[in-house]
């Protein structure tokens, strides 16, 4: 799975949040704030990767058990499917 192609990071305001650029701005409603978790899921998640493949990254750079982490990540994939940020299979 990846994020699609048009959404960016940004930082503003002190804020991490997640912006639509051409066509998709159009069609998104709404703000994603990403914490730095998410910020790292999502950077990572710019190029096709597997659920163990973002566990391996939280339980790298963070103090986390490989249970958290992967219960981290799939809370983060039911949001971005909800939203329709992700691509399944290239």
Known sequence: MRIKSGYVI???ASETIVVPTGEVAIHFNGIITLNKTGKVLFSALQ???TIDE???LLYSQF????ENALKDIVDFVQVLNQ???LVEHD
């Open 10 to 12: 940004r930082n503003i």
């Open 83 to 85: 939203n329709h940020l």
């Open 47 to 49: 190029t096709e990767k």
């Open 54 to 56: 973002l566990v391996d």
């Open 63 to 66: 103090d986390v058990s490989r």
